[in-house]
């Protein structure tokens, strides 16, 4: 068969990190059942599926004050149950700063003057623990109703997974098959977390990782890196776009920005940055994820054609499954969420999946660019 009468064949894997802000402000309700409830149904309405990375540490720290977290606990709970009822996905997501958290006077308490990349990152046996307990955990809560359920699939917090050596052995240890927490061309180095993406082996096609480092490909390895999709902006674009900002000229991600800074989302503000990082993170080129919340339908359907015009110059005419990432607490728009979603279907060679229908898919057959660097 010659190379124009093959089609690309691309699956949409579009994965909702389900939590709360990350320094434990906001209701549980308010910023992840009841954007996520919502989310669901305009899924449902496009034939497309939702894949519910689940974090696990703000379940287990409401665990331990059940007596105040009742009706949270019940609508978590109850809100995977009847996503896997529905034909969507659950997987694993774990934010290590739970670990310690207290509940008091009706705040949560975190200890960051410790890096959360030490929780994981540096400790096989921590590792281990609660990536095995979050695996078991959600199968336990999903596979009675539905016995095909299994938990395989991995992001972490932050996307901190370097150092990889002792995650990555934990992660297989405890029978997971992929992680999803690179996006090619992000850094960061701060209180909490310091990561590396920019030598990732692709920004969108999985591959085999190195058991030492998770941006590398091995064929040898055992865990499947599916990235998070990623786009850069060069420079010269970074300074537009700062002074379309100072001129006043807002897009829907900064009004987002702005809006979401006002209800206290992020980490807390006594965490400073040296000055010599501010200076390098200008002068850089700035690579992005592409959040299919906080993004515009032109941008993102933008995105999606560039991909399937690479894999068509490269001759990758397998099944190369692409990872989006999004909030529940990022979930403002439903009709651009829509109208990005319908726009999908009308794409040659796209169709939507989950993480796990992706991972299943005989991995073998995901055609590696040899050269990488897509």
């Known amino acids: 068969m010659m190379d124009q009468e093959k089609k ?3 699956g949409l894997i579009f994965t909702l990190d389900y939590e709360i802000h990350g320094n ?5 309700e308010s910023w992840a059942y009841y954007p996520t409830t919502q989310m669901l149904n305009v899924f449902d309405s496009c034939n497309a599926r939702l894949t519910i990375m689940a974090e696990m540490g703000h379940y287990w720290a409401m665990q331990r004050y059940k007596e105040s977290f009742t009706r949270e606990i ?7 149950k009847n996503a896997i009822e529905r034909g969507h996905d659950v997987q694993l997501h774990f934010h290590p700063q739970w670990i310690d958290a207290t509940y008091n006077d009706g705040n949560w308490q975190f200890d960051f003057s410790r890096k959360t990349i030490e ?7 921590e590792a281990y623990f609660y990536l095995n307990k979050g695996k078991n955990d959600l199968q336990n809560l999903l596979s009675p109703d539905n016995p095909q359920y299994q938990c395989i ?12 050596l002792n995650v990555l052995k934990a992660l297989s240890d405890s029978g997971f098959l992929s992680d999803t927490s690179v996006s090619k061309g992000m850094k960061a180095n701060d209180n909490l977390r310091l990561l590396d993406f920019s030598t990732a082996y692709s920004r969108y096609l999985p591959w085999k990782a190195s058991t030492q480092e998770i941006c590398n490909k091995d064929e040898a390895g055992k865990i499947f890196e599916f ?25 829907i991600r900064d009004l987002i920005s702005f809006f979401m800074a006002s209800f206290g989302k992020g980490m807390p503000s006594g965490l400073k940055r040296p000055v010599t990082d501010k200076l390098r993170n200008i002068a850089a080129d700035e690579w992005c994820y592409v959040d299919f919340l906080l993004r515009d339908p032109s941008y993102l359907i933008k995105q999606i054609k560039i991909i399937v015009s690479e894999c068509k110059k490269n001759r990758i005419y397998d099944y190369v499954p ?17 109208i990005f979603l319908k726009a999908c279907n009308s794409i040659d060679g796209v169709e939507f999946t989950t993480y796990a229908g992706a991972i299943q898919k005989k991995l073998s057959d995901v055609v590696i660019n040899p050269k990488g660097g897509i």
């Open 8 to 10: 690309v064949k691309i």
């Open 74 to 80: 019940f609508l978590f709970e109850s809100q995977l």
């Open 153 to 164: 699939g991995f992001r972490a917090g932050f996307l901190q997974i370097q150092p990889s």
């Open 227 to 251: 990235p998070i999709l990623s786009q850069n902006t060069p420079i010269a674009d970074k300074i537009i776009k700062k002074i379309l900002k100072r001129t006043g000229v807002l897009n």
């Open 119 to 125: 929780r994981i990152c540096h400790n096989y046996d």
């Open 322 to 338: 692409v990872v989006m990432i999004a909030h529940s607490k990022d979930f403002f728009f439903s009709n651009n969420l829509e």
């Open 24 to 28: 434990g402000s906001g209701d549980f």
